[in-house]
């Protein structure tokens, strides 16, 4: 499974959207979609456990968590560091 399809089932778990993070874009507004910043806080402590990782304090931001893309761009950089 691949960090976006991750990030999207995340989404549909924590991210309380008004639509399934599928039917969204990669660079869909996600704030706009119905995301809350208390469900932001959820979608973060779910990705940190999805994929074993926690995000250092300069990525806990509105623009980290914003899109499927930033996420998933922010989750691939802290994998490869990793490695």
């Known amino acids: 499974m691949s960090a976006v399809d991750t990030v999207r089932r995340v989404l549909d778990t924590h991210g309380k959207l008004k639509t399934p993070a599928g039917a969204l874009t990669e660079d869909d507004d996600l704030y706009a979609a119905g ?10 402590l779910a990705v940190e456990d999805a994929f074993d990782i926690e995000f250092p304090d300069e990525l806990l931001t509105k623009t980290t968590f914003c899109s499927i893309r930033s996420i998933s761009s922010a989750v691939e950089g802290l994998l490869e560091a990793a490695a």
Do not use: K
């Not at 995301?35 to 973060?44: E, P, Q």
């Open 35 to 44: 995301m809350t910043s208390h469900a932001s806080v959820n979608v973060m």
